[in-house]
């Protein structure tokens, strides 16, 4: 015969135990988020889609002020349409139905790194854009100028026109198909797969 007796309050015992569960899945489920934004992170910097772009990764684990055996992670980004052109390679078109205008070294950048619009441009060089249509390959909007040491078209110096050439600053294409850059369902599967694991350690540990 087999006797079994229970040392201690069972009760007591039962809720240290659910306590002890709660406090596992929170710490895993918070490291998972965590993981989960520094391998997005990554993955854009490794695609080589800047910085700036990298931290638009944000996570945020629930409940935030106590552990639960319902814990959940959000793992996000500020910047979801640029972020979901590249992971899932979009095809992107004007939305006025026209062109998209692609700009050429020549047109340089504005302020914070960012492209220059057509407009933007003829208003930062005091330089009109002239429209070149051309049957094969995008058509060009170019500037009636020269290019500097730094590549880039602008204002012609010489009064006679000598040196002066016809420098493309935009393509025109009426679509452009970004390329698949990213696999971010990728990242997720590999820290998801890692759950329970953490879980049991994290419970064990306590």
């Given at each position: 015969m087999i006797r079994m007796e229970i040392a201690g309050d069972?009760?007591?015992l039962m809720a240290a135990e659910a306590a002890a569960g709660e406090r596992a899945v929170t710490a895993a489920i918070r490291s998972a988020g965590a993981g989960l934004k520094a391998a997005w992170r990554a993955q854009i910097m490794g695609a080589g889609l800047g910085a700036r772009l990298a931290r638009t990764i944000r996570s945020e684990s629930y409940p935030k002020a106590r552990p639960s055996l319902n814990a959940a992670a959000l793992v996000w980004s500020k910047a979801p349409t640029i972020v979901g052109a590249h992971d899932e390679g979009a095809l992107i078109r004007s939305r006025s139905g026209f062109w998209l205008a692609i700009p050429t070294?020549?047109?340089?950048?504005?302020?914070g790194g960012k492209r220059l619009s057509p407009a933007e441009w003829e208003r930062r060089r005091g330089l009109r854009l002239r429209f070149v249509y051309r049957p094969?390959?995008?058509s060009l909007l170019v500037a009636d100028g020269r290019v500097n040491s730094r590549g880039l078209g602008v204002a012609s110096r010489s009064k006679t026109g000598r040196g002066a050439a016809?420098?493309?600053?935009?393509?025109?294409v009426p679509q452009v198909k970004l390329r698949k850059r990213l696999d971010l369902a990728r990242?997720?599967?590999a820290v998801?797969?890692?759950i329970p694991g953490a879980i049991v350690a994290n419970w064990v540990e306590r």
């Open positions: 069972i009760a007591r070294p020549a047109a340089g950048r504005g302020s094969r390959g995008p016809s420098v493309p600053i935009f393509l025109l990242d997720a599967r998801q797969e890692r």
